[in-house]
């Protein structure tokens, strides 16, 4: 019985053996393999064998295999590889938000050329010679009114005549005068007042004075309502607006 069981170990053993030196076998031909052109020959660090004897006198192999060069080259140029790749797509990235932008720019000239082109179709079609509206404050200018006390006063526009002339209900005593258009003025109110466009390019819009430029004779105001609702004009006439009565 004590042969037969040490022949059966000395079968397993050589059966170990045997598994292990296969498995040595396949781990040279994967250094061979990442090895350089030239001559095969291993670059980087070789397979170390440890042996180590247990309490039962069995041997326990642990194989070390390293890394070759080739394979440490190789990932180093797919880096090398991705790191171009990113650059590229960073430029090209740029190139598209540069052309984006002059696209834009260029998209924006071309509206701005558009809303001027239609601001000077709209002032041709909208400047008229006469300018009173309804609803509207006026200052008499007319001397010939200066005795009876009614020269640089304020009133309301009750109704147009044959467009160039009102009839005007001064503020101070509710007299009502017929006047020529020639002798009243626009009335401009203080800024956030409220003002009708009388001529020009928005004639009839009711606005909003934003601000005046005194040097240049201009307002600048935003109008409400209508289609042309939100839309702010720089430089308007005072001429051209006036004071609403409220």
Same mark, same amino acid.
Not at 78 to 102: M, P, Y
Not at 105 to 111: E, F, I, Y
Not at 216 to 222: D, I, L, S, T, Y
Not at 223 to 239: F, H, N, Q, S, T
């Given at each position: 019985m004590?042969?037969?069981r ?7 053993e050589e059966?170990q ?5 296969k498995?040595?076998?396949?781990a040279?031909q994967?250094?061979?393999?990442g090895?350089?052109e030239?001559?095969?020959? +291993?670059?980087?660090l ?9 309490g039962?006198?069995e041997k326990?192999?642990k194989? *070390?295999?390293?890394? *070759?060069k080739?394979? #440490?080259?190789?990932?180093?140029k797919r880096?090398? !590889?991705?790191?171009?790749? $990113? =650059?590229? @797509? !960073?430029?090209?990235k740029?190139?598209?938000?540069k052309r984006?932008g002059?696209? !834009?720019?260029?998209?924006a !000239? &071309?509206? $701005?050329e558009?809303m001027r082109?239609? =601001?000077?179709a ?6 008229k @010679?006469?300018?009173?509206?309804e609803?509207?404050?006026?200052k #008499?200018?007319s ?8 020269y640089?006063?304020?009133?309301v &526009?009750r109704k147009?005549? @044959?467009?160039y002339c ?5 503020l +101070?005593?509710k007299h009502?005068?017929?006047? @020529?258009?020639? +002798?009243?003025e ?6 956030g007042g ?13 606005a909003?004075l934003l601000?005046i430029?005194?040097?240049k004779f ?5 109008? =409400? ?11 308007? +006439?005072? =001429?051209?607006?006036c004071k609403?009565?409220?």
């Amino acid at each position: 019985m004590k042969n037969k069981r040490i022949k059966a170990d000395a079968v397993d053993e050589e059966k170990q053996e045997k598994e292990i030196q296969k498995q040595i076998e396949r781990a040279e031909q994967m250094m061979m393999m990442g090895g350089n052109e030239k001559g095969g020959e +291993e670059e980087g660090l070789k397979p170390g064998i440890l042996e180590k004897n247990d309490g039962d006198g069995e041997k326990k192999i642990k194989l *070390s295999l390293g890394l *070759s060069k080739k394979n #440490v080259e190789s990932n180093e140029k797919r880096e090398s !590889s991705r790191l171009v790749f $990113d =650059e590229g @797509d !960073s430029e090209t990235k740029n190139a598209k938000r540069k052309r984006e932008g002059e696209n !834009s720019a260029k998209n924006a !000239s &071309v509206l $701005d050329e558009l809303m001027r082109e239609e =601001e000077k179709a709209k002032e041709r079609s909208n400047r008229k @010679d006469y300018w009173l509206f309804e609803g509207i404050i006026v200052k #008499v200018m007319s001397k010939a009114l200066a005795d009876k006390g009614y020269y640089k006063q304020k009133g309301v &526009v009750r109704k147009v005549i @044959d467009k160039y002339c009102g009839e005007i209900e001064m503020l +101070e005593n509710k007299h009502v005068l017929r006047v @020529d258009q020639e +002798e009243l003025e626009t009335v401009i109110p203080q800024i956030g007042g409220l003002v009708k466009i009388v001529n020009g390019a928005y004639r009839g819009e009711h606005a909003r004075l934003l601000a005046i430029d005194t040097d240049k004779f201009c307002a600048k105001v935003q109008i =409400e309502k209508g289609i042309y609702d939100g839309r702010v004009l720089k430089a308007v +006439e005072y =001429e051209d607006i006036c004071k609403l009565a409220q």
